[in-house]
Nanobody
């Protein structure tokens, strides 16, 4: 599975961005997909994830109500719509495909060790 994240950029606080994660590979559509972020000097943290059918999603408390994850398997793409952005949302955002075992669960995985394929990351900077 190969993943390509895009859509990052510079935005003023309160603005919106939509990140895209394009997947390719034989089993990409059967994998749960997650978004993680890593700010400078901090550990990578979970942002959102969606199960393989798109029927279930999970979010970090810090982004609930502001971010929405969605997928279109016909397009092999997962999106992260980010609204009401805050300066503390600034980070490099990574998309990842979950391990086959965790992708079979109805609830999408949230731990980074549950994912085995990672995209290259896209920078999001929110100015105050």
């Amino acid at each position: 599975v190969q993943l390509q994240a895009s859509g990052g950029g510079l935005v003023v606080a309160g603005g919106s961005l939509r990140l895209s994660c394009a997947a390719s590979g034989h089993t990409s559509s059967s994998r749960a997909v997650g978004w993680f972020r890593q700010a400078s000097g901090k550990e990578r943290e979970f942002v959102a994830s969606i199960n393989w059918g798109g029927s279930s999603a999970d979010y970090a408390d810090s982004v609930k109500g502001r971010f929405t994850i969605s997928r279109d398997d016909a397009k092999n793409t997962v999106w992260l719509q980010m609204n009401s952005l805050k300066p503390e949302d600034s980070a490099v955002y990574y998309c990842a495909a979950a391990r086959v075992y965790y992708s079979s669960m109805s609830r999408p995985p949230t731990g980074p060790d549950m994912y085995d394929y990672w995209g290259q990351g896209t920078q999001v900077t929110v100015s105050s």
